[in-house]
């Protein structure tokens, strides 16, 4: 664990937090409390993530991305054994099947899934949905409790060819959401402290909060 980026990631997502808290409550469900800071796996990138998910603080979130990995289920268990009981939330990429399977917390779904939200919501009003979003309009979906919008810096991944939004622009989509909104792609300890002020709900991240929290 890197301590220093560590903390300062963490001390970010939690001002982000406590700053929409005073104004997000009427914008959406009474339900589980929204994770100020979210890890999200990547096969390739986090190829163990449940060693990084058991150093997480308590209050953050994990999402598990599977992309179809034949050995989901499994890591999807190491996943809920390394956050249940710590006060760490668990949310499956698009599968809900999986989510129940393991005692998840909730799901996460890709942009182009953004339309099973409300389903998700009525079937399951204890879980936490949230949805990825890559435009402006898609922010308007129904049934999220949050979305995760990016890339706000330049990032790897699947987001390393989009366009980057900048903090002008994500501000302005914050404002205009209708739910909380979280801040990916290429966050690290750096620039995280930048964000505070423009009204996110918290910080998401996959390879910074590997290194920050995952093991020495």
């Known amino acids: 664990m890197n301590r220093a980026d560590a903390e300062i990631l963490w001390e970010a997502a939690s001002v982000l937090a406590r700053d929409a ?5 009427a914008r959406r469900r009474a339900g589980p409390d929204l994770p100020p800071l979210l890890f999200f796996t990547d096969p390739d990138r986090t190829p163990r ?12 979130g994990v999402v598990f991305r599977h992309f179809g990995q ?12 390394a956050t249940l009981g710590r006060g760490v939330r668990l949310l499956i ?3 809900a099947a ?64 989009r366009p980057v939004l900048g903090l002008q622009t994500f501000a ?13 792609g ?3 300890s750096g620039n995280a402290q930048g964000l ?11 390879s910074a909060i590997r290194s920050a929290f995952g093991p020495d």
């Open 21 to 25: 808290a005073k104004v997000s409550r």
């Open 49 to 60: 993530p449940w060693e990084t998910a058991a150093q997480l603080p308590v209050g953050s």
């Open 70 to 81: 034949v050995d989901a289920l499994k890591t999807a268990q190491r996943l809920r054994d």
């Open 93 to 95: 990429g698009l599968d």
């Open 98 to 161: 999986l989510a129940e399977a393991v005692g998840a917390d909730g799901v996460h779904l890709p942009e182009r899934a953004l339309g099973q939200a409300e389903a998700l919501i009525a079937a399951r009003p204890d879980w936490i949905i949230t949805g990825a979003a890559h435009s402006r309009a898609v922010l308007e979906t129904p049934g999220m409790d949050a979305c995760v919008v990016s890339p706000v810096f330049p990032a790897g991944g699947t987001s390393a060819d």
């Open 172 to 184: 302005e989509w914050v404002q205009a959401a209708p739910c909380p909104i979280y801040a990916l």
């Open 186 to 188: 290429g966050i690290d």
């Open 196 to 206: 505070i002020g423009s009204g996110a709900c918290g910080v998401a991240g996959v």
